[in-house]
């Protein structure tokens, strides 16, 4: 479990993007869908569905900002971080690591917008 935990929430996503490297906290990739979809069920007036919803962001958010403050990081884990992840680490240990050759695929980058699109879309064909 703590496996999943480390590469869907543990430091952020690095990805190259437009001749520039950009980064970004690897929850958002899953805290702001959620509300995406709070925001549909609210607007469909469907609120028996927040009993769902609800817990699922409460989760996503004690792993974002709480479970790593209580379980931190360390080399025992570091076998289990991506490369962009290794690196992150060991430049919190030893600031005088080279930055990485390869980063994240570039889907990571596209997965808010396409929710929000998608849900842009259902709130304007579906609810209104």
Known sequence: ????IIKL???????S???????????ANIIFPLMLVGGLIVCAELYSW???????LALACFFSFGYFHFFPLTN????LLDNS????????????????KSYNVRWVLWV??????ITLILLFT???
């Open 112 to 117: 808010n917008p396409i929710a929000t699109v």
């Open 85 to 100: 992840q290794r690196w992150q680490y060991e430049v919190l240990h030893s600031p005088v690591i080279s930055e990485p």
């Open 76 to 79: 025992k884990d570091f076998s």
């Open 126 to 128: 579906l609810i209104l």
């Open 50 to 56: 927040l009993c769902v919803l609800l817990p699922l």
């Open 17 to 27: 993007f437009g001749g520039k490297t950009r980064s970004f906290t690897r929850s």
């Open 9 to 15: 929430f543990a430091l952020s996503y690095i990805v």
């Open 1 to 4: 479990m703590r496996k999943y």
